[in-house]
């Protein structure tokens, strides 16, 4: 099976219902490659806070999905996407991207990224881990699409340390604060060399929920919303999940349950802001199902609108936050995609 039928072959199964060390070889190749530009080191603006119950006193983008790789179109929508941040009316406070940050997670793709980045001048960026971050095991040494050869010399602690390195993160789920709102930054811990089962799908270790949990108790005592950032999504309520969805999703919702003024973000289906498909649904908390900076798809799998390129701007205002999705290749919102949530006075349930 080539790249391309490997690719066909995810698309066809998202559509689908719910269904140590590192080695010898990987750290020679590790060690091989040049390490990629930092992008947590991205300019750091000073903005001054708004109090107006009429202004925002936090925006940020969010990306999801930009599968950087030598496809021409992956760096052009990148572009797209980070001129309209930069070029935006009033100051963006943060960029968020939930997952997918390349095609494969090879050093090459990584250091086109970081090229692509250090042409602008951008807020603080956040980032968590896909399931393509681990997709290095697919290629060569070459960075040539090789699946009869898997894992090529490389392991999933590889991929691990690449992001971290990318990132400058020491562990693969991270806390931002922007203008004193919190951020918590989810990562699939393991792929399917360490853990078959999973698939495609988003495993939290008990540590990493454990984690989530103190949290969560302790920056939403004061009522302020609190953003949570995944990559899969979730399944249906009452079930855990398998491949292409977050997999302890059960533990997941009882820790979010208490909680009214959180924000949970996702990515990975890549669909269309203008599909029909539901991109927000109210449980306890607030979810989003984002759409792709380079790749929307249709209610098929299919990408079908070539120019799109699509991504979520957030603001939060002293009693509401407004999600909307926006079209880059445009520099516009997209009408489909407009929430307005009010925040709850009180940011816990009375169990």
């Not at 979010?256 to 996702?266: G, I, S, W």
Request: charged fraction near 20%.
């Amino acid at each position: 099976m080539d790249r391309r039928s490997f690719l066909k072959w995810l698309a066809a199964a998202l559509s689908l219902p719910l269904l140590g060390g590192l080695g010898n070889a990987a750290q020679r190749y590790w060690e091989s490659m040049n390490k990629p530009s930092i992008l947590a080191q991205s300019a750091q603006s000073t903005f001054t806070s708004v109090v107006s119950d009429d202004e925002a006193l936090m925006s940020m983008y969010i990306f999801s999905d930009l599968h950087i790789s030598q496809d021409p179109q992956t760096p052009r929508k990148m572009k797209q996407a980070l001129q309209d941040l930069t070029s935006y009316e009033n100051p963006v406070d943060a960029l968020i991207i939930t997952g997918d940050l390349t095609d494969t997670g090879t050093m090459s793709d990584y250091r086109l990224l970081s090229s692509i980045l250090s042409k602008y001048k951008l807020p603080p960026i956040g980032a968590n881990m896909g399931n393509h971050e681990y997709y290095t095991i697919w290629t060569d040494a070459h960075g040539a699409w090789k699946k009869s050869t898997m894992p090529n010399g490389k392991t999933n602690e590889l991929s691990r340390q690449q992001f971290l390195t990318f990132m400058n993160y020491r562990k693969t789920y991270n806390e931002m604060t922007i203008k004193g709102y919190t951020v918590l930054l989810l990562s699939q811990e393991t792929y399917i060399l360490e853990k078959p089962e999973v698939g495609e799908g988003a495993w939290y270790s008990d540590e990493q929920l454990d984690w989530l949990e103190e949290r969560l108790s302790s920056v939403s005592k004061d009522g302020k919303p609190v953003f949570v950032m995944i990559h899969q999504p979730l399944p249906p309520e009452g079930e855990n999940g398998g491949s292409h969805f977050l997999i302890r999703a059960k533990r997941f919702r009882e820790i979010l349950q208490p909680y009214q003024n959180v924000f949970v973000f996702c990515g990975h289906r890549h669909q269309d802001f203008r599909n029909g498909t539901e991109h927000y649904v109210k449980e306890t908390f607030h979810l989003f199902h984002n759409s792709s900076v380079t790749r929307p798809l249709d209610r098929n799998y299919i990408e079908i609108w070539k120019d799109h390129a699509q991504g979520i701007y957030l603001q939060v205002y002293q009693n509401k936050v407004i999600v909307r999705g926006r079209e880059f290749s445009k520099r516009s919102f997209i009408k489909e995609a407009y929430w307005t949530i009010p925040l709850q006075t009180k940011s816990k349930v009375l169990l």
